[in-house]
């Protein structure tokens, strides 16, 4: 387990940081009657990752590693990127590292890194496999013109003029007539097909990106966990219970469902245009997007990178293309479920739809005492020590790659959070070090930012090794 040392604190830009240290099995009294042994031996491996590390009680990032409170951020609030992080966070190791080079995010998601370089006036490089995150993130860094704001504001007041047709729109997606108010579903397709005849590419994909921004609030279901929950269906202290879809419906949507749908995208729109002409801030430095595979990201530039900051898919598995579901298949990203499948398939291998046959070729040992530690019959998936396997796999692919192509010096900062299987815990943080240092990264610092939570009986079990479910921001540097 973490515990705070308190004889030295020191600062990390505007952040308060101070000293970690990691208690020692004998601490724990772990052989006392009555507990795992299990957890001895993960302590093993812990100690052993631990030894000789840098960690800071980095509670002071813990508002800035999620995505919380972007939506008051200009430019990051144009779409709710919930697996996102601030950028602030970015910011700061910008200042602090003294960064003037290049800058890179193999996971670009919605752009944070890239805006926080375009900022500070720096050119950065962003990837991504998901055609939704590649376009808000090329929305949000794109440069827009005096005209540009004029053809904004004058789609805008053509939109505000649209009313309600009689055609009946339609979408392939099969589960839009579970997941929509069957109005509320008519007037959002009906406000697509006008963006889609929108002339101006720019213009027309700032457009989409507000109306994929609103789907989740005019829908009947959540982002939460690892996919979507359907909001009708409600916790109480006996259990779940699922109100009736149309009565949910009818208490929680107005009448008129075209002046909603309108509305919440005229207010989306608005907030946009307001930033651009506001809190835009430097537009001089576009950064090259790109959509594919970070492990081949040498394809795509071969400048120099001096600072990598991203965060990876966790090794949860939680599956970000089912997260993004109803997005991918109403804003026709995909068009049937063959293409869906693939698409699954190009990820980090972080869950089981990932896996796709790849071999594992790198091999961590302190992966491997942990997994030999997992109780099969604890596991929902068979497939999961796989999963890990592979995750660590790509993490080395990645990491290698990226020293290849980092400045000397040159950083590689990650927020990583740490996870749990079968009361195995699998510590990302310390892992990802400790395949950094084979690669020849020397660990500048590693900020533990938050600690995690995990299902009940898990939380109960993980008792005495709940310091190590948490999530970080490691700092490797070359």
Not at 226 to 253: H, L, P, Q
Not at 381 to 397: A, E, S, W
Not at 425 to 434: G, K, M, N, R, Y
Not at 442 to 453: A, D, E, G, Q
């Amino acid at each position: 387990m973490i515990k705070p040392e308190i004889e030295y604190k020191t600062s990390f830009g505007e952040f308060e940081v101070s000293s970690l240290v990691a208690e020692s099995a004998v601490n724990y009294s772990l052989f006392e009657i009555g507990v795992k042994h299990t957890y001895a031996e993960q302590l093993k491996v812990f100690n052993k990752l631990n030894s000789g590390l840098n960690l800071s009680n980095g509670k002071s990032f813990a508002n800035q590693v999620h995505f919380q409170n972007a939506y008051q951020i200009p430019v990051q609030r144009w779409f709710p990127y919930r697996e996102g992080f601030s950028v602030k966070l970015v910011n700061t190791f910008i200042k602090e590292l003294g960064i003037s080079g290049n800058i890179f995010d193999p996971f670009s998601g919605s752009g944070t890194t890239l805006l926080a370089s375009r900022l500070n006036n720096l050119n950065a490089f962003g990837l991504d496999v998901n055609p939704i995150s590649i376009l808000v993130a090329r929305v949000e860094n794109e440069q827009y013109s005096l005209e540009n704001i004029k053809q904004i504001e004058y789609e805008i007041k053509q939109l505000n003029a649209i009313t309600k047709s009689s055609i009946i729109y339609k979408t392939i997606f099969n589960l839009a007539d579970k997941i929509f108010n069957q109005e509320i579903l008519k007037y959002l397709l009906q406000f697509k097909e006008y963006i889609k005849s929108v002339k101006n590419d720019k213009i027309k994909n700032l457009f989409l990106v507000a109306w994929l921004s609103i789907i989740e609030e005019a829908s009947n279901i959540k982002k939460e966990g690892n996919g979507i929950k359907y909001k009708n269906r409600k916790r109480t202290a006996t259990g779940y219970i699922t109100i009736e879809k149309e009565i949910w419906e009818r208490e929680n949507f107005p009448e008129d469902k075209f002046e909603f749908v309108k509305h919440k995208l005229l207010n989306k729109l608005e907030t946009i245009l307001s930033d651009i002409n506001f809190n835009y801030g430097d537009s001089g430095k576009k950064p090259n997007i790109y959509k594919g595979s970070c492990l081949e990201f040498y394809k795509f530039f071969p400048e120099e990178i001096e600072l990598s900051f991203f965060s990876p898919p966790y090794c949860n598995c939680f599956d970000y293309f089912e997260i993004h579901k109803v997005e991918l298949w109403l804003g026709d990203f995909v068009s049937d479920k063959d293409q869906y499948r693939r698409l699954r398939n190009t990820g980090f291998r972080s869950n089981t739809n990932a896996l796709n046959n790849k071999p594992i070729i790198y091999k961590n040992n302190n992966v491997e005492k942990l997994i030999k530690l997992f109780e099969p019959e604890k596991l929902w998936n068979k497939k999961i020590p796989n999963v890990v396997r592979g995750y660590f796999d790509d993490m080395h692919t990645l990491l290698n790659q990226l020293y290849q192509q980092t400045t000397k010096p040159g950083f590689i900062g990650i927020v990583v959070g740490n996870s749990a299987y079968s009361t195995v815990i699998i510590p990302t943080d310390i892992l990802i070090v400790d395949i950094a240092k084979e690669i020849g990264f020397k660990t500048k610092n590693v900020f533990v930012t938050r600690y995690l939570t995990t299902s009940s009986q898990q939380k109960c079990e993980l008792e005495y090794l709940k310091g190590y479910l948490r999530e970080s921001i490691v700092l490797l540097e070359k």
